[in-house]
């Protein structure tokens, strides 16, 4: 079975323990989430490069469906 990706968004509900995917960093887990809208931040744990916090807009992050 295939894998469905879709692209996170700044207003969509990220709860601490999301597992997403980064193109660069790989799969990680949401540790937590700042700010709100356009300047939303997300705390990710990967596991190849450790914690990142990232501007969510520009993050290109993945979520699994």
């Not at 990706?5 to 949401?30: A, E, Q, S, W, Y």
């Not at 356009?38 to 993945?62: D, H, I, P, T, Y």
């Amino acid at each position: 079975s295939q894998e469905s990706v879709r692209k996170l968004m700044p207003n969509d509900d990220i709860p601490p323990g999301l597992v997403v995917i980064h193109p660069t960093f790989g799969r990680g887990t949401v540790r937590g989430t700042s700010d709100h809208g356009e300047s939303r931040k997300v705390l990710v744990q990967f596991a190849r490069v450790g914690l990142k916090k990232l501007l969510l807009r520009q993050a290109n992050l993945g979520v699994f469906d």
